[in-house]
């Protein structure tokens, strides 16, 4: 299964080399904007919690493949709400999310048209930051519909709106998404446009939204290249995210950069700023956010029940031993 290509290999490994110091951003606290939890592990929780992670946003989106029916969806946002909260808080991080109609399913009318009604059921409850994350996929006539449709809503609700761009013409996908915010009569200060390159950064920023950037390994943005962002454009209304999901992806993306950050000379206070506290002004436009909340979910009990169940399966105990090679 290996390559012939030993130059290649080579630099795989120089870069592989390169030691994560966590213990340089030891005491400092992260908050997570963007991360579908429902596809990670509790070792995912755990290793987030570790490494300072207090808090997370989880965006309604596109789970892997079609979903045939509203029942799935309404499913789905409940457990984001339900479940997957009370998970999280196992494990000492406060949990919120967005909910939307993502732009690939967006694609589906008469399915569209079902998850557009129970919308508003979902977007009201408590630990709602925002709509999202919607947008654009493909850049079709149907996603343009229902992008317009849940700014409609947002705009309504007073919440903030997460904005997916696409990863095909992205340039083009998002300036196309800030348009049609502003022609909906968004404030920009409530909209944060994701996934963000070099490309887009300024216009974005000139503009006056939200940038995020999602560090997602070989596809997105590597986190030296955020580096280069943060000392070029600074911090304000910058935010990074890890975006991790079902796929290759890094649910320890915001921890790693702000050690990175760290390494190559940012300031601790800059640091904050895009990896903690700029989240937290974006979104806590919701009324939502209550950063008391945070940090207070220390002395937990893995054992207490949400509607009956638990994270421990079959009479498990509450894991607390992590260094050990012996797993009982
Ligand atoms: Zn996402």
Redesign the pocket.
Known sequence: MCCNNSLSEKEVHLKESIPVDLQAIRGMKFFDP?V?MTSRTTDDYQAMADAGVVALIE?A?WLGQPRTGPDTFRDYYSSLIGWERFRSSQFGIKHYCTIGLNSREANNEPLAEQVMEMLPLFIYKEGVVGVG?IGFDDQTALEEKYYRLQLDLAKEAGLPVQV?TPHRDKKKGTQLSMDIALEQGLNPYMVIIDHNNEETVKEVLDRGFWAAFTIYPFTKMGNERMVDIVKQYGTERIMINS?A?WGISDPLAVPKTAALMKQRGISDADIQLVTYQNAITAFGQSGQINEMDFGHLINIDQSERFEGNTVLRGGQQPRIDTSSIIIS
């Open positions: 963007h579908h965006p989106f994350e997916h975006a999901d």
